[in-house]
């Protein structure tokens, strides 16, 4: 089946630098990819939507300048977390639908990536 | 933007047991999944609804998509220890480009044995 990778899955930094966080789809072409923040026992929530080739929709609230988006290829979007603060600390997760399956096909989602900021 | 609210928010039962998890939206979705999540780890799909009023089963699990397609519910059946996990319901919202899923607000199921 499909499969979405996201490395690093486990990430600790200083307060004040930036972390790139890669999702890369291994056996399918994404057109789009969706980035989540998840904080402990609660639900996934919608960061922005990440499109190929084009500038990334953010969602309402959600710093641009503060989470980088770039889509390069059908298959790698990079979120950027810069100048990273403690309240930054975080699990993100990112998803990937097949573009051949269309915009109601399965939602592929990688690992995760815990970011711990001190 | 969450826009399915989920309840109940956490549930923990005896094996064996049924039990039932709402969720619901003022808006209406072009098809609505639920997904299971373990800690540290992705959500993993359970199932894809697209029709309101369609209802799937997947052995103990049964799903119901609401006729407006604006809610759903999952149903388990004598619930055991492995059913025990974060439950997601995310719809997708035709009206937006790239027809984005947005997830509920989440039910923490534990089954004890």
């Known amino acids: 089946g499909a499969v979405v990778s996201q490395h690093p899955s486990r990430v600790i930094c200083k307060s004040g630098t930036s972390v790139k966080i890669e999702c890369r789809s291994l056996?399918?072409?994404?057109?789009?990819m969706f980035w989540y923040r998840q904080f402990p026992k609660q639900s996934l929530m919608l960061m922005a939507t990440?499109?190929?080739?084009?500038?990334?929709?953010?969602e309402q609230g959600v710093e641009k300048d503060k989470f980088l988006i770039n889509h390069a290829s059908l298959t790698l979007s990079t979120l950027t977390v810069t100048s990273a603060h403690p309240e930054d600390s975080s699990f993100y997760i990112c998803?990937?639908?097949?573009?051949?399956?269309?915009?109601?096909?399965?939602?592929?989602f990688g690992e995760g990536s815990r970011l711990t900021v001190l | 933007t969450q826009l399915l609210e989920q309840s109940p928010q956490f549930l923990s039962i005896q094996e064996g047991e049924n039990l039932t998890v709402y969720c619901n939206s003022s808006s209406v979705f072009s098809s609505l999944q639920w997904y299971r999540q373990e800690p540290g780890e992705g959500p993993v799909l359970l199932v894809t609804v697209v029709t309101g009023g369609e209802v799937k089963k997947l052995k103990r699990l049964t799903f119901q998509f609401g006729d407006a397609r604006k809610d759903s519910s999952l149903h388990i059946t004598a619930a055991q220890p492995g059913d025990t996990g974060l439950y997601l319901c995310a719809g997708a919202d035709a009206l937006r480009l790239g027809n984005q899923f947005y997830f509920g607000t989440g039910t923490s199921l534990t089954v004890i044995p």
């Open positions: 056996d399918f072409q994404a057109t789009t």
């Open positions: 998803s990937a639908r097949d573009r051949s399956r269309g915009f109601t096909g399965e939602l592929f």
């Open positions: 990440s499109n190929e080739g084009s500038k990334a929709t953010y």
